[in-house]
T-cell receptor, first 114, second 114 residues
Framework: NAGVMQNPRHLVRRRGQEARLRCSPMKGHSHVYWYRQLPEEGLKFMVYLQKENIIDESGMPKERFSAEFPKEGPSILRIQQVVRGDSAAYFC????????????FGSGTQLSVL | GENVEQHPSTLSVQEGDSAVIKCTYSDSASNYFPWYKQELGKRPQLIIDIRSNVGEKKDQRIAVTLNKTAKHFSLHITETQPEDSAVYFCAASISSGGSYIPTFGRGTSLIVHP
Protein backbone atom coordinates (compact mmCIF):
# COMPACT_ATOMS: atom_id res chain seq x y z
CA ASN A 1 0.00 0.00 0.00
CA ALA A 2 1.80 3.10 -1.21
CA GLY A 3 1.84 6.04 1.11
CA VAL A 4 0.59 9.53 0.40
CA MET A 5 2.23 10.72 -2.79
CA GLN A 6 2.95 14.35 -3.44
CA ASN A 7 4.49 15.87 -6.52
CA PRO A 8 6.52 17.66 -7.40
CA ARG A 9 8.93 17.56 -4.45
CA HIS A 10 10.38 20.90 -5.45
CA LEU A 11 8.70 23.59 -7.51
CA VAL A 12 10.28 26.84 -8.59
CA ARG A 13 8.08 29.63 -9.94
CA ARG A 14 8.59 33.25 -10.83
CA ARG A 15 6.32 35.88 -9.36
CA GLY A 16 3.01 35.97 -11.21
CA GLN A 17 3.10 32.37 -12.39
CA GLU A 18 0.78 29.58 -11.29
CA ALA A 19 1.74 26.72 -9.00
CA ARG A 20 -0.06 23.37 -9.03
CA LEU A 21 0.63 20.92 -6.23
CA ARG A 22 -0.67 17.37 -6.45
CA CYS A 23 -1.53 14.87 -3.76
CA SER A 24 -2.62 11.26 -4.13
CA PRO A 25 -3.98 9.94 -0.82
CA MET A 26 -3.36 6.47 0.48
CA LYS A 27 -5.57 3.79 -1.01
CA GLY A 28 -8.91 3.71 0.76
CA HIS A 29 -8.53 7.20 2.23
CA SER A 30 -11.28 9.64 1.41
CA HIS A 31 -10.17 12.63 3.51
CA VAL A 32 -7.43 14.99 2.36
CA TYR A 33 -5.85 17.90 4.23
CA TRP A 34 -3.44 20.54 3.04
CA TYR A 35 -1.04 22.21 5.47
CA ARG A 36 1.56 24.89 4.93
CA GLN A 37 4.82 24.87 6.85
CA LEU A 38 7.19 27.75 7.33
CA PRO A 39 10.40 27.43 9.38
CA GLU A 40 9.65 27.60 13.10
CA GLU A 41 5.94 28.14 12.46
CA GLY A 42 4.60 24.62 12.60
CA LEU A 43 1.90 23.23 10.37
CA LYS A 44 -0.81 25.70 9.42
CA PHE A 45 -4.12 24.24 8.30
CA MET A 46 -5.31 25.39 4.89
CA VAL A 47 -8.12 23.19 3.61
CA TYR A 48 -9.92 19.92 4.30
CA LEU A 49 -11.58 17.98 1.52
CA GLN A 50 -13.50 14.82 0.99
CA LYS A 51 -14.15 13.37 -2.44
CA GLU A 52 -15.66 16.13 -4.60
CA ASN A 53 -16.38 18.31 -1.58
CA ILE A 54 -14.57 21.07 0.28
CA ILE A 55 -15.41 20.53 3.94
CA ASP A 56 -13.47 23.42 5.47
CA GLU A 57 -11.31 26.02 3.74
CA SER A 58 -11.06 28.46 6.62
CA GLY A 59 -7.25 28.37 6.59
CA MET A 60 -6.85 29.15 2.92
CA PRO A 61 -6.52 32.72 1.63
CA LYS A 62 -9.66 33.79 -0.23
CA GLU A 63 -7.73 35.07 -3.21
CA ARG A 64 -5.34 33.21 -5.50
CA PHE A 65 -5.65 29.88 -3.64
CA SER A 66 -8.00 27.04 -4.54
CA ALA A 67 -8.20 23.32 -3.90
CA GLU A 68 -10.07 20.39 -5.32
CA PHE A 69 -10.37 16.65 -4.78
CA PRO A 70 -12.16 15.22 -7.80
CA LYS A 71 -13.91 11.90 -7.99
CA GLU A 72 -11.03 10.56 -10.04
CA GLY A 73 -7.43 11.64 -9.71
CA PRO A 74 -5.34 13.45 -7.13
CA SER A 75 -6.18 16.41 -4.98
CA ILE A 76 -4.82 19.66 -6.39
CA LEU A 77 -3.77 22.79 -4.52
CA ARG A 78 -3.56 25.66 -6.96
CA ILE A 79 -1.89 28.98 -6.30
CA GLN A 80 -2.38 31.65 -8.94
CA GLN A 81 -0.11 34.65 -9.46
CA VAL A 82 2.39 33.49 -6.87
CA VAL A 83 4.25 35.99 -4.71
CA ARG A 84 7.46 35.53 -2.72
CA GLY A 85 5.45 35.13 0.48
CA ASP A 86 3.96 31.92 -0.93
CA SER A 87 7.37 30.23 -0.64
CA ALA A 88 6.94 27.40 1.87
CA ALA A 89 6.63 23.66 2.23
CA TYR A 90 3.13 22.42 1.48
CA PHE A 91 2.15 19.12 3.03
CA CYS A 92 -0.78 16.98 2.12
CA UNK A 93 -2.18 14.40 4.52
CA UNK A 94 -4.89 11.80 4.17
CA UNK A 95 -6.96 9.76 6.56
CA UNK A 96 -9.58 7.05 6.27
CA UNK A 97 -12.09 9.23 8.13
CA UNK A 98 -14.99 7.72 10.04
CA UNK A 99 -13.65 7.06 13.54
CA UNK A 100 -10.03 7.02 12.39
CA UNK A 101 -8.41 10.39 12.82
CA UNK A 102 -4.81 9.38 12.14
CA UNK A 103 -3.22 11.53 9.45
CA UNK A 104 -0.67 10.13 7.04
CA PHE A 105 1.49 12.82 5.51
CA GLY A 106 3.10 13.05 2.12
CA SER A 107 6.72 14.15 1.68
CA GLY A 108 5.66 17.68 0.89
CA THR A 109 6.25 20.10 -1.96
CA GLN A 110 8.80 22.83 -1.41
CA LEU A 111 7.62 25.87 -3.35
CA SER A 112 10.17 28.56 -4.09
CA VAL A 113 9.05 31.80 -5.69
CA LEU A 114 11.80 33.83 -7.32
CA GLY B 1 -11.39 28.03 16.75
CA GLU B 2 -8.90 25.85 18.54
CA ASN B 3 -5.53 27.30 19.62
CA VAL B 4 -2.62 25.05 20.60
CA GLU B 5 0.43 26.36 22.44
CA GLN B 6 3.57 24.21 22.60
CA HIS B 7 6.66 24.56 24.81
CA PRO B 8 9.57 24.62 24.70
CA SER B 9 10.44 25.55 21.14
CA THR B 10 13.88 23.96 21.54
CA LEU B 11 14.97 21.23 23.94
CA SER B 12 18.52 19.99 24.26
CA VAL B 13 19.29 16.87 26.34
CA GLN B 14 22.07 14.37 26.85
CA GLU B 15 21.62 10.84 25.59
CA GLY B 16 19.87 8.77 28.24
CA ASP B 17 18.07 11.72 29.81
CA SER B 18 14.32 12.21 29.70
CA ALA B 19 12.57 14.85 27.60
CA VAL B 20 9.19 16.43 28.24
CA ILE B 21 7.23 18.57 25.78
CA LYS B 22 4.08 20.35 26.92
CA CYS B 23 1.03 21.61 25.04
CA THR B 24 -2.09 23.50 26.02
CA TYR B 25 -5.31 23.81 24.06
CA SER B 26 -8.18 26.23 24.23
CA ASP B 27 -11.31 24.36 23.09
CA SER B 28 -12.69 22.14 25.84
CA ALA B 29 -14.57 20.15 23.18
CA SER B 30 -11.31 18.80 21.74
CA ASN B 31 -11.16 15.07 22.29
CA TYR B 32 -8.28 13.70 20.24
CA PHE B 33 -4.60 14.58 20.78
CA PRO B 34 -1.94 13.13 18.46
CA TRP B 35 1.82 13.71 18.47
CA TYR B 36 3.87 13.76 15.29
CA LYS B 37 7.61 13.47 14.78
CA GLN B 38 9.30 15.14 11.84
CA GLU B 39 12.92 14.33 11.10
CA LEU B 40 14.93 16.83 9.10
CA GLY B 41 13.70 16.99 5.51
CA LYS B 42 11.10 14.29 6.02
CA ARG B 43 7.36 14.02 6.47
CA PRO B 44 5.63 14.26 9.87
CA GLN B 45 4.75 10.83 11.23
CA LEU B 46 2.33 9.91 14.00
CA ILE B 47 4.14 8.47 17.03
CA ILE B 48 1.42 8.33 19.67
CA ASP B 49 -2.07 9.65 20.31
CA ILE B 50 -4.52 9.89 23.18
CA ARG B 51 -8.25 10.40 23.45
CA SER B 52 -10.03 12.48 26.04
CA ASN B 53 -11.40 9.47 27.91
CA VAL B 54 -7.87 8.35 28.83
CA GLY B 55 -5.41 10.07 31.17
CA GLU B 56 -2.19 8.39 30.09
CA LYS B 57 -0.89 6.17 27.33
CA LYS B 58 2.50 4.48 26.93
CA ASP B 59 4.35 2.93 24.05
CA GLN B 60 7.83 1.70 24.96
CA ARG B 61 9.96 4.79 25.67
CA ILE B 62 7.26 7.34 24.90
CA ALA B 63 4.20 8.28 26.89
CA VAL B 64 1.55 10.95 26.71
CA THR B 65 -0.48 12.38 29.58
CA LEU B 66 -3.67 14.42 29.39
CA ASN B 67 -5.23 16.73 31.93
CA LYS B 68 -8.67 17.68 30.62
CA THR B 69 -9.44 20.02 33.47
CA ALA B 70 -6.35 22.10 32.89
CA LYS B 71 -6.52 21.57 29.11
CA HIS B 72 -2.95 20.46 28.73
CA PHE B 73 -1.16 17.35 27.54
CA SER B 74 2.47 16.31 27.49
CA LEU B 75 4.84 14.00 25.65
CA HIS B 76 7.43 12.15 27.70
CA ILE B 77 10.43 10.43 26.14
CA THR B 78 12.63 8.36 28.44
CA GLU B 79 16.17 7.12 27.83
CA THR B 80 16.57 9.45 24.88
CA GLN B 81 18.74 8.37 21.95
CA PRO B 82 20.34 10.44 19.17
CA GLU B 83 17.76 9.10 16.70
CA ASP B 84 15.06 10.81 18.80
CA SER B 85 16.43 14.12 17.52
CA ALA B 86 13.64 15.69 15.45
CA VAL B 87 10.86 18.27 15.57
CA TYR B 88 7.83 17.10 17.56
CA PHE B 89 4.36 18.52 16.97
CA CYS B 90 1.36 18.20 19.22
CA ALA B 91 -2.15 18.62 17.88
CA ALA B 92 -5.70 18.85 19.16
CA SER B 93 -8.93 18.19 17.34
CA ILE B 94 -12.62 17.69 17.82
CA SER B 95 -13.69 14.40 16.34
CA SER B 96 -17.39 14.12 15.55
CA GLY B 97 -19.60 13.00 12.74
CA GLY B 98 -16.72 11.68 10.66
CA SER B 99 -15.04 15.09 10.31
CA TYR B 100 -12.20 16.65 12.23
CA ILE B 101 -9.41 19.13 11.70
CA PRO B 102 -6.25 18.83 13.80
CA THR B 103 -4.75 22.12 14.96
CA PHE B 104 -0.99 21.85 15.44
CA GLY B 105 1.38 23.48 17.87
CA ARG B 106 4.43 25.30 16.55
CA GLY B 107 6.73 22.38 17.20
CA THR B 108 9.61 21.52 19.54
CA SER B 109 13.05 20.88 18.15
CA LEU B 110 14.55 18.10 20.29
CA ILE B 111 18.30 17.66 20.14
CA VAL B 112 19.81 14.62 21.82
CA HIS B 113 23.56 14.87 22.31
CA PRO B 114 25.49 11.58 22.28
Amino acid sequence: NAGVMQNPRHLVRRRGQEARLRCSPMKGHSHVYWYRQLPEEGLKFMVYLQKENIIDESGMPKERFSAEFPKEGPSILRIQQVVRGDSAAYFCASSPGIRNEKLFFGSGTQLSVL
Amino acid sequence: GENVEQHPSTLSVQEGDSAVIKCTYSDSASNYFPWYKQELGKRPQLIIDIRSNVGEKKDQRIAVTLNKTAKHFSLHITETQPEDSAVYFCAASISSGGSYIPTFGRGTSLIVHP
